[in-house]
């Protein structure tokens, strides 16, 4: 059983940058599949996440939604069990609750959420315009 656990986040006006955490106990995250999910305000309430990124248990793949390709960039160091989400040129439209999630690395890779058994406590991103 692996445990996530999130850092990061904040406030940042346009064009700004922040640094999303997902460390892991409990289990290896090299174990896993993890991804970057997003909900955005008006869909609170509701369980529909958003893909934003994902990496492979190695590393040597990553994905990532259209909405934020060449500005949003995930990574992983096994040797601090943690992945991370560096995001740059934000947008006010990125604002949202952001969550890691895991599945094991036997598994297909999968932009789906209910595909991802754990997940990070969450946390919010607002950005300014």
């Known amino acids: 059983q692996v445990t996530l656990v999130m850092s990061g986040g904040g406030f940042v006006q346009a064009g700004g940058s922040l640094r999303l955490s997902c460390t892991a106990s409990?289990?290896?995250?090299?174990?896993?599949?993890v991804s970057w999910f997003r909900q955005a305000p008006e869909k609170e309430g509701t369980f529909v996440r958003e893909?934003?990124?994902?990496?492979?248990?190695?590393?040597?793949?990553?994905y990532y939604a259209d909405s934020v390709k060449g500005r949003f960039t995930i990574s992983r160091d096994n040797t601090q069990n943690t992945v991370y989400l560096q995001m740059n040129s934000l947008k006010p439209e990125d604002t949202a609750v952001y969550y890691c999630?895991?599945?094991?690395?036997?598994?297909?890779?999968?932009?789906?959420?209910?595909?991802?058994?754990?997940w990070g406590q969450g946390t919010q991103v607002t950005v300014s315009s």
């Open positions: 999630a895991a599945v094991t690395r036997f598994a297909p890779f999968s932009t789906d959420a209910a595909s991802y058994g754990y």
């Open positions: 409990g289990r290896a995250v090299s174990d896993y599949i």
């Open positions: 893909f934003v990124a994902g990496i492979g248990w190695s590393g040597g793949g990553t």
